[in-house]
């Protein structure tokens, strides 16, 4: 297929249109599939920089179900079967549940500070398996109160 014009302006006009993009994508630890990315910068204003189409495609993705745009796994074949084990690396994860295990159901708050009082669950996604996750330190970053979609990078 030929190169968008956005494309082509941005100075991507290799013989894969797409491959410093998918690169760029790559440094910053995110895989989309050629389809998804197809759409995402054809929605990008034509006559872009590439950093301009890349911040596009990364707000795009922070919006849209790792489920339907990942392009390959980022967690271990492992890890979905796994009951204990600490992952090591950088990854690129989707919340899709965050619950505060250390309270009663009808106790639990939506934003319980980080604290020795709070032990937080995820239920996490990198588009193609799902794992759980616990908060054995506590990090003021999270709350119960993330909404299911979030992004987070999750490290070691």
Same mark, same amino acid.
């Given at each position: 297929? @030929?190169?968008? @014009? ?5 100075? =991507? ?8 993009? !998918? ?6 630890? $995110? /895989?989309?599939?050629?389809? =998804? ?10 006559? /872009? ?22 392009? %390959?796994?980022?967690?271990?074949? *492992?890890?979905?079967?796994? #009951?204990?084990? %600490?992952?090591?690396?950088? *990854? ?5 549940? $965050? ?5 009663? %159901?009808? !106790?639990?708050?939506?934003? #319980? ?21 616990? !908060?054995?330190?506590?990090? %003021? ?8 979609? #979030? ?6």
């Amino acid at each position: 297929a @030929p190169p968008l @014009p956005a494309l082509a302006e941005a100075g =991507w006009a290799d013989a894969h249109p797409y491959a410093a993009l !998918e690169a760029d994508l790559a440094a910053l630890g $995110l /895989s989309v599939r050629g389809d =998804w990315l197809s759409a995402s910068v054809s929605s990008a204003r034509v006559g /872009s920089s590439q950093a301009v189409v890349l911040e596009h495609v990364v707000v795009q993705l922070l919006a849209a179900d790792l489920r339907t745009c990942a392009g %390959r796994p980022s967690l271990p074949a *492992f890890a979905e079967s796994a #009951t204990k084990a %600490r992952l090591h690396g950088a *990854f690129v994860l989707q919340l899709d549940d $965050l619950v505060d295990v250390a309270r009663k %159901r009808d !106790e639990r708050e939506p934003n #319980t500070p980080a604290g020795k009082h709070r032990l937080l669950m995820a239920r996490l996604t990198d588009g193609f398996s799902a794992v759980s996750a616990i !908060e054995y330190e506590p990090l %003021r970053e999270l709350s119960s109160s993330l909404p299911p979609g #979030t992004k987070l990078l999750v490290v070691n």
